[in-house]
């Protein structure tokens, strides 16, 4: 269930990068001649990289990092003023006496955790080559092909 979560959390997180960039970016016009295009794929290989990287890290640190601050300064405002005091209210000293076994059985969700982890690893460690040679294949083939295409 845990692992579950995490995972939930953690892709909701990266989700939300995606949106922001997707509507920050513009697509420039292709090109109808081929000198044009020549050049527009020439620009696009030496600044397109770079320029996405800035744009992706100025909206990051523009925008989402403040509104990830807000968010967590609001929880942190509700838990401190309304949760926290009200459940210390309603649970009063049970906390204090079941607090061994809440700490045993944490304990036993971080170690499943861990091991959740360490098997990711371990799948990411056998597809890692497969990756790395379809990725250089997919470039190399990308390479190839505008190699032939500036040929003409």
């Known amino acids: ?17 995606f949106s922001y960039a997707a509507e920050q970016i513009t697509i420039p016009k292709t090109p109808s001649d081929v000198p044009g295009f020549k050049l527009f794929v ?19 640190f523009n925008e989402v990092v403040p509104l990830w601050k807000a968010i967590h300064q609001k929880i942190q405002n509700f838990f401190q003023k309304k ?10 000293g049970e906390i204090e006496k079941r607090k061994p076994e809440l700490q045993e059985q944490f ?11 360490e098997d990711l ?19 190399t083939k990308t390479i190839n092909f505008f190699k032939d295409l500036f040929k003409r």
């Open 1 to 17: 269930m845990t692992k579950y979560l995490l995972f939930l959390i953690i892709f909701g997180l990266v989700l939300v990068n």
């Open 42 to 60: 020439k620009n696009l290989f030496e600044k397109g990289p770079g320029l996405l990287w800035n744009k992706m890290k100025e909206i990051f």
């Open 83 to 92: 949760a926290i005091p009200k459940t210390q209210e309603l649970i009063g």
């Open 107 to 117: 304990e036993k969700e971080k170690k499943e955790t861990w091991k959740g982890i």
């Open 121 to 139: 690893k371990e799948k990411f460690k056998k597809i890692k080559p497969k990756l790395i040679t379809f990725s250089a294949n997919c470039f």
